[in-house]
């Protein structure tokens, strides 16, 4: 009980400080038209890396006079209906803090569409709303949809107090959007592994890996991670100090989904402190395993042109450019200019990622860190 007072007590002067935020935006405006000065919306703009800094190796903002900032104006033909816009879903945010319910960016959208025109759109704008307020996104009270599962020794309350228990689940329980739908946490796992695809979490789900390597987690983002599913490992990690480990294709697209768990990303550099988790370790599919288990040329794909770009720009991030065991995975796909997916490992076995390679690869980098 003294706990869930506590918590109250928490959001509710989150949600003070978020509506006086919104407040001094609104004056800020009204003060420049008065003096007939024009009202802008100044925020800071992420276009490069190098204007980002690292804490514990995560990705964070900086109020650094180096990054430059975006000034979206109410005289300029080219930005003065984003300015309207943004003003109308900072309205929308605070309306609904004030009444302390939620909605999904697809909500926001359908309420005007001939305003926003694309749902891209809501979505760049409400990151912007985020980090010109300096608040971490889902604390706006609009929630992105959550598409990721969770299934294994785990057990939860959602926020009308019912009892979730991953362990019964067959093809995963969708992780929720919000914190407030996922408390009282418990777990005796042993591990966390996260895969990349849908599909490869559900392959395993049929093979029984949470019972074959029980007590453990298994989660899917379905390809680049929403929220919900980062702020889930995020907390695990926090709260239990689970080894969490990932399961990616060997492509720049895995390699980059990878370093958006580890490092966080360029886009939410403001609020990465509350989604990275610096500590996960990627344990394949390798570039390396492609010779090493002697993967078939047929289960393999030429790496396009944009891919090859993507390495090169992989490399010259400043998580990576240090890293020689990660530049090394990297060249090697410049070299080789071929591509695995995880199911390329069907080809040595249709249980071989099951039964041999995660707990061979488990059972490695488990004991190394014990060591």
Known sequence: MFLSTQKKLIESTQNKDILCKIEDVCLQV??????????????????????????????????????????VKLDSPQSVKKFATMLKILNIIYTLIQEDRFCTKRDIFYQYPDLYQRQSSVDLIIDDIACMLKIPRWQLHILATSKGLV?????????????????????????????KDMQNIQTQANFVLVVEKDATFQKLMSSNFCQKMAPCILITGKGFPDNGTRLMLKQLWMTFKLPIFLLVDADPHGIEIMAVYKYGSKRQAYDNIHLAVPTIEWIGILPEDIHRLHIPESALSAMSDRDLQKCVSLKRRPYFCHDETMLAQIDLLLEIKKKAEIQCLDAVSSHYLCDVYLPSRL?????????
């Open 30 to 71: 009204i003060i420049s038209l008065t003096q007939n000065k024009t009202p802008e919306l100044v925020f800071p703009r992420h276009s490069d890396w190098n204007q980002l800094k690292f804490k514990e190796t995560v990705v964070i903002d900086t109020s650094s006079d180096n990054v430059p900032m975006t000034k």
């Open 363 to 371: 059972s490695l980098v488990m004991f190394s860190t014990s060591v």
């Open 151 to 179: 299934a294994g020794n785990l057990q939860f309350e959602d926020a009308k107090g019912t009892q979730i228990d991953c362990q019964h689940a067959t093809q995963g329980v969708q992780i929720a959007a919000h914190t």
